[in-house]
């Protein structure tokens, strides 16, 4: 059934690979329920209800990124070789069985146990990095215009659903929340799973929607069809690990996840905690992602005319300017106005930090090295959270972990700073004949 749907798409008006990005924006909707930010509104109601400490508590997000960490290194090759749409649909349904539990946890060992499995399949089968490397490969010109639209499910998810689950905190209870989430889920995102398709060869196109012949016994980048066009040359894992550039692309996400899930995941509790009401508070969820669905196209328009790394870079020290609003905040109007910056910040580096790994290294492979890539990522986003959760907990406020999260963007920058674009000429290109004579 799905088969049929999908070749009728393919041969309409409309590229499939917008259909692609549809349906991974969907998907995004429901599973801001496990996202670090948004996970903040449930971290306080359950800790205290439990008598749980908060780095206790965290330490759940801890171990099911770690998992999801082992898992994408399989899952990125699995994307490249098979595609998307079981391991999607098949990673949807645990998903949602992950939330129905949640919502019948009983103790510390189980809420470990399940909050694990949920995380470690959200970040790594269901996972934005891999889902935005699927985007990749559908387009070439038009990419961050193309994974814009795609982070654009996120951002809707948390201004509907932030308001939704702080109100069904606080009438129901958080457990009443968490099944919430998972009736969502199975509802949206399993079905629209058996959408997703591999490459746009697969489906005899090519990326943007160009009309040349697609060789489908080939499945070539689209520019490297193009004498003289190097840019998309596709790297093989093992070339790429080669490159210096991927050891500096590798440690400033790294270092950059540990400094973001650090703040995203403590913003709501800091800001409850300096005495913003915790209505309000869970309010600064809203305010990031309307900030970051505000300016997500905008950092896509000039990221596809003046290059990814360029804007990345105003990027990051757009977070570093958020981070250090949010930790001196103490009113309202200060959490609302800090959170919004940070959520700018937070929207071009969802976007940018995938655009610039096709960027420089091509989409045949993408997936794969991806995968590798995201065991240091989702080590970060494992030690962020948990480090400033500990911080917390030594001290009795946030004041080090956000001096921490700082120097961690800062170090993120320069990372990215010195970077480089490798280069390789396909072997096509490299000897033609004219350069022969």
Do not use: C
């Amino acid at each position: 059934m799905s088969d049929r749907i999908v070749r009728r798409l393919a041969a309409g008006r409309v590229y499939y690979g917008w259909y692609i990005v549809g349906v991974v924006l969907a998907t995004g909707i429901p599973r801001v329920g496990l996202n670090g930010w948004f996970f903040g509104i449930f971290l306080k109601p359950m800790s205290e209800d439990f008598g749980w400490t908060r780095a206790e508590t965290t330490g759940a997000v801890t171990i099911g990124t770690l998992i999801a960490a082992g898992l994408a290194v399989v899952l990125g090759g699995v994307l490249d070789r098979f595609g998307p749409r079981w391991m999607m649909a098949g990673g949807l349904a645990l998903l949602a069985a992950s939330y129905f539990s949640l919502a019948w946890v009983s103790s510390l060992f189980g809420f470990y146990a399940v909050y694990a499995v949920g995380r470690s399949v959200m970040q790594s089968a269901t996972g934005h990095t891999l889902m935005y490397a699927l985007v990749s490969k559908w387009f070439v010109r038009r990419r961050a215009t193309a994974i814009s639209a795609a982070t654009m499910g996120g951002y809707i998810g948390g201004i509907l659903l932030a308001p939704v689950a702080q109100l069904i905190i606080n009438t129901a209870g958080w457990r009443d929340a968490w099944t919430f989430f998972g009736v969502l889920t199975l509802i949206v995102l399993v079905p629209a799973a058996l959408l997703l398709r591999r490459v746009p060869e697969d489906l005899g196109l090519l990326p943007d929607g160009d009309l040349r012949a697609a060789p489908l016994d080939e499945p070539r980048d689209a520019l490297q069809q193009i004498p003289g066009k190097t840019e998309e040359v596709s790297f093989m894992l093992v070339e790429a690990v080669r490159t210096p550039a991927f050891w500096l692309l590798t440690l400033m996400v790294t270092v950059n996840s540990i400094a973001t899930t650090g703040t995203t995941f403590h913003m709501v509790p800091h800001f409850s905690d300096v005495g913003i009401s915790g209505t309000a508070a869970a309010g600064t969820v809203s305010v990031v992602t309307v900030a970051a669905i505000g300016s997500v196209f905008t950092w896509g328009y000039f990221a596809d005319r003046l290059g990814a790394k360029r804007i990345l870079l105003i990027v990051i020290a757009v977070l570093w300017l958020g981070a250090f609003l949010v930790s001196g905040a103490t009113t309202i109007t200060g959490a609302y106005a800090s959170a919004a910056i940070f959520g700018l910040g937070m929207a071009g580096y969802g976007l940018l930090s995938e655009v610039v790994w096709a960027d420089f290294f091509g989409r045949r492979y993408l997936g794969s090295i991806r995968g590798v890539t995201m065991v240091f990522q989702l080590a970060g986003n494992a030690g962020g959270s948990l480090i400033a959760a500990f911080l917390f907990d030594l001290r009795g406020n946030y004041g080090t972990a956000f001096t921490v999260i700082l120097v961690m963007f800062g170090a993120s920058f320069f990372m990215l700073l010195l970077a480089r674009r490798p280069h390789k000429v396909a072997p096509e290109i490299a000897a033609t004949p004219a350069d022969e004579s």
